[in-house]
């Protein structure tokens, strides 16, 4: 799986090291990769592999770690171009994926354009889906 370079989260302003929380609302721009048939038994090639990716639920200025997979649940908007963050994944309200990997370790949440959509999962990401 690659990441679009267009996938730059656009329109959001987040006050330094404001913690991303249920009800933030990421914005897409320019789109953003989806994936529409993951399953549970499929992979992600990530730097590390067998590592679970980290929960969402960071500062916006983190500084993403090279080679470290960071994932939030909640739910995927195709029309408005957006990803409403969950507390948690739900199969029933929250069971899309908005995932991403550190590169470089000077990008964040808002400056990094590596964002991948996984639509409709039935399950949360463990560490086998990274490889």
Request: proline share 0%; glycine share 10%; no cysteine.
């Amino acid at each position: 799986m690659s990441a679009s370079s267009d996938s730059s989260v656009a329109g959001n302003v987040f006050a330094a090291s404001a913690v991303i929380a249920a009800g933030d609302v990421f914005t897409f721009a320019n789109g953003v990769d989806l994936v529409t048939d993951f399953a549970s038994t499929d992979t992600i090639q990530g730097t590390n592999a067998n590592t679970l990716a980290t929960s969402g639920l960071l500062a916006y200025d983190t500084d993403l770690t090279t080679g470290t997979s960071y994932v939030t649940y909640g739910t995927w908007d195709g029309d408005a171009g957006t990803f409403t963050v969950a507390a948690a994944f739900n199969a029933t309200t929250a069971n899309d994926a908005l995932y991403v990997e550190g590169d470089a370790g000077a990008l964040t949440f808002l400056t990094t354009t590596g964002y991948t959509v996984l639509e409709d999962l039935s399950a949360a990401l463990v560490a086998a889906n990274i490889v």
